[in-house]
């Protein structure tokens, strides 16, 4: 079974710019989470998606938003680029998103802003 | 603050070397996750331990939770270099819908 895969795995993006980020879950699992990894702040849950519905959110600025297919794929936009939104965004996947399941991290997409 | 807080942050060990990583939560813990990480790579799950006095193992690695004391200890046994990176601990507290709060990590180097 493939596991969570992130891509691109690097990007370089200046400041005031947006980007995109892309996350397939693992076969089956239809719950998706995204996380922010600095290395002042540590992991932060950014936001989790089932059926395309956003069920959590975490504390980040509107800047950042995201979305699920139906295929359960998803994918996670930062608009207006800062300096502080250079990090390691990981992407999460489990079976359906519930307190306490097993939850599978992909790779992540190493941003930087300059 | 934290709401789960990590000791130690850094270890260095001799190969060989026992060693545990403590992980406290300042709120009540209903179970808790297991997670090694490379740097600048995705994390790798270890365990997931959800009752009180549970305790797995896996390789030379085990782990427990402590629900009365709100902490979990990860103890690795014969330390090798294969076991060097970052370790986090998580739990999550929201009671329904996944949303994982993460410890800042332990970052652990083993000599050879």
């Known amino acids: 079974k493939a596991g969570v895969t992130q891509t691109p795995r690097y990007l370089i993006k200046t400041r005031g710019q947006q980007v995109t980020l892309s996350c397939s879950p693992i076969s089956g699992h239809r719950s998706v989470s995204w996380y922010q990894q600095t290395p002042g702040q540590g992991l932060q849950f950014l936001f989790e998606y089932f059926s395309e519905t956003q069920r959590n959110k975490g504390n980040f600025p509107g800047r950042f938003s995201g979305r699920q297919f139906s295929n359960s794929r998803s994918e996670m936009n930062v608009s207006t680029l800062e300096l502080g939104d250079s990090a390691l965004y990981l992407c999460?996947?489990?079976?359906?998103?519930?307190?306490?399941?097993?939850?599978?991290f992909g790779s992540g997409t190493q941003l930087s802003v300059l | 603050s934290q709401e789960l807080e990590q000791s130690p942050q850094s270890l260095i060990v001799q190969e060989g070397k026992n060693l545990t990583i403590n992980c406290t939560s300042s709120?009540?813990?209903?179970?808790l996750y297991w997670y090694k990480q490379k740097y600048g790579e995705g994390l790798i799950f270890l365990m997931m331990?959800?009752?009180?006095?549970e305790e797995k193992s896996h390789e030379k690695i085990t782990a427990k939770l402590d629900e009365k004391k709100q902490q979990s200890s990860l103890h690795i046994t014969a330390s090798q270099p294969s076991h060097a990176g970052i370790y986090l601990c998580?739990?999550?507290?929201?009671?329904?819908?996944?949303?994982?709060?993460f410890g800042i990590g332990t970052k652990l180097q083993v000599i050879p």
């Open positions: 709120k009540t813990l209903y179970g």
């Open positions: 999460a996947s489990s079976l359906a998103g519930l307190f306490n399941e097993k939850l599978f």
């Open positions: 331990l959800q009752k009180g006095g």
């Open positions: 998580g739990a999550d507290f929201s009671g329904g819908y996944q949303k994982v709060t």
